[in-house]
């Protein structure tokens, strides 16, 4: 069964040896150091500090939706940079390397540029994996985790041990990566990886395996999640909050979460497959043997495309929170922008082939996946006139949330109508794996960091409890997006060019000058990242002056406005009666924004366990085992992780119960805590000042015949 | 003016807070979640399903043996007995925790893991005659999605024996507490999920196989 292995193996240590570790790599060598030296300064300072009982209690054995949510946050965040790393280490290769020939400075052994082919083959699989699954869904969940249940008045998801356990897993996935730097090479195959190229034949390192079980333990925590979400929204939802009166960013993650609980299964089968080929030796996208090569480019991107709008709704979803706060009008079309969403996740399983139309299937299917993948611009059409339209007559306060999420609608404009030139086969056909598709793709994915670095901006003040410096996230707004225009516009121009994606050795000297802007360009992103931490470290340093009440902006709509900022860890003293779609638009404008709770009821919490940290140790162990092909490793963790839930299962968790006395006193401190309540009011765009009364009308209401919103406020 | 500002809610009358709000039914929402979980798992059988569909045109199984020369039909109806039959005992035990009857419970569940030990025997031993006929999952791509099919199965079937010792365990320790009532509804529907999946597997693997 198990398959003969080229090269040392022991019983012990399976394929991992001294040699296994690059310490003569002058590039991961030094950074190997720096990291060694970085987290013993960390482990230091935590001791010395006494911090490690904090951490233990507060955040590693949390059970708490919004904690979690930071921690995927913040670990997106990390591995948004780490791939943005990698992003530089490949616009300069290509700025180096481009030439006819040997250019004169050989560096690190490579002929052309500074990275030999096998190293850059590793960098642009380790940054497409980390950017889609270890950066942008850990953004979008952890998003997703502080907000949905705070949208529909939840104390906390339906399962908040499954809700750790997924991001421990999550975490796990990202220490497999990360140590696949200093141990062992990565894949060199593509993110999405190419049949029969990764098989062991043709790729006998452990490159690929760290590869398949990164893929698998992601695809595994976000599974979990879905669950979770689908969970909660469906049976958490507080007394009033009907299915109408879900807010927008609430649906999306509710459609996006389906697409993941069927997508992701479709990958974790194929990716199993991998292992099973590169494990046992069976023969399912071998090149003979009866194995089907394009089954698993089928099975992979049955998964991708619906990955792709599971990660871009949830974006949407908070683009269509943050333009009608600061367009102080209620969203246009919420009905068509719900039906445009689960449109938009229905499409999004019958288009996959168009990732590989080159596969030639023939006219007929072709067609097929042409007209389907044409239908996508149709709903994320209206998406973009709802949210034009909610701008329209509105009064716009041009904040750094808002101006992040308008740039996040010019990206999508150029993404979207590029996306409808790739989805003609004819045109497909023509520039098929050239950069255009890639900078296609990366208009898509900065749309979705454009809403991620939105919504980061637009709720940071509703979990810490003070905004986040305005005229530094602008700042870095505009370094960002300089960046983005210098990298990916000369990228289409490249593409047009004949430039194929993924070349190490760019041999077009007429390319060079498109390189040298390409490089400038990272160069402007790499002060817009300089721009984020300053704007962090500014933003904390001044927190006392920029505290906000429960209504930060003082223009929010919907339910988590109601509740203090930072939101306390029971979320609301008092489960909310919901009366209204945009509850805490119609509370302020009826004068309820000051009202809180009169009465209190005891209510029951769920206790922190270490459980879910375990098995999330765990499963890196299951990972780095059959990276190795440690087996006695693997099966020891394995065996351990099922005991582990066994225990967890037959312990229980009672949980605790905080009574009415004690909810009424800490709802006083949270109360005196917080600011004043009333957070001055945005300044600029059209704000002329006096109160807000834009709500949204809801059918059956009483007068739901509203005048236009330009008009609905008295002015001062 | 806005038209809510005519017609003003009356504060005294109206709801904002949820006084009297139970919570959420800690089992239905339990059921939810794990109806969610067999939704994503039908999706796991559905594309090793569409990996068998691919790979079994007659070059798939390149030279090697095609399911008709190794299934044995007959002999995987006596296991697709067994794991109903298991089904029908769990059904019986799910019956018996209606009327509270502790004994009932226990009888049916270990009647339903004596009837999917059997399942799994009679796999164990299919696969081994397999073997030694020289019908390997190494052999060709069609062998191999043939084994990945029915193993990943036989995998869940296994899984579902060890959950059910472990509710034994739990029924005797702690009687029927809301946790064990709703462990014992997801067991149910977990293993009434794998019998329907082997209705497909019978008849699309087996009975097709040998016919074609």
Redesign the interface.
Known sequence: ?LVNLPGPWSPLLGRLALSEIPYTNPILAPLFVIIVLAGIALVVGITYYGKWGYLWKEWFTTVDHKKLGIMYIILGLIMLFRGFIDGLMMRTQQMLAVGSGHNGMPLMGAIHGYLAPFHFGQIYSAHGLIMILLAATPLLVGIMNIIVPLQIGARDM??PY?NALGLWITAAAVFLIMISLFVGDFSHNGWFGYAPIFELAYSPGVGVDYWIWTLELVALGT?LG???F??TV???R???VTWTRLPVFTWTAVSANIIA??????L???LA?VG??RY?????F?A?????LM?YT??FW?WGHPEVYFVILPAFGMISEVIPTFSEKPIFGYITMVLASFAIAGVSWIVWLHHFFTMGMGPYVSTEFSVATMLVGIPTGVKVFNWTFTMYRGRLTFSSAMIWSIGALFLLLIGGLTGMMLSIPAINYMVHNSVFVVAHFHMMLLCIVYAVFSAIIFWFPKVFGFKLNEAWGKIMFWLFSAGTFLVFFPMFMLGFMGETRRLDWPFNLQWAPWFDIQEVGIAVYVLSVLAFLWLIYVSIRDRAENRVGADAWGTSRSLEWITDSPVPFYNFA????V?HRDEAAW?R????SD?R?E?F?AI?MPNNTPVAIVIGALTFVIGFGLTWRIWWLTVAALVLT?LVM?YR??K?DPGYIITAEEMEKMDRESRQKMDDGHAPLPKGGGYTGGTV???S?EVGD??????PPGN???LS | MSSAHEKPVDPDQVVLWSDDYEGHDVISTRTFGFWMYILSDGMLFATLFAAYGVLSYSHSYYTGPTPAQFVAPWYTFIQTMALFLSVLAYGFSMAAMKTGSKAGVINGIVASMVLGAVFIGLDIHDVLRMISMGVTPEVSGGLSAFYALTQVHAAHIFVGLIWMLVMLYQILKKGFTEDVVGRLISLRMFWQFQAVMWVFIYVFVYLWGYMS
Do not use: W
């Open positions: 069964m339906a399962y499954l599974t879905s669950i979770n689908l969970a469906v049976k958490m507080a007394p009033g609980l069927t997508s992701f299964p479709c974790q089968v194929a497959l099973a080929d046992l030796g069976t023969h399912f071998t003979g043997f009866g194995g089907n089954l089928n099975l049955l008092m489960v909310p009666h009366n509370r404008e009826h004068g309820f009202k709770p009465k009821a029951h099922v066994i299962s037959g229980g009364t834009a709500y009308a009483p007068g739901s015949q509203s005048t609905s406020r008295p």
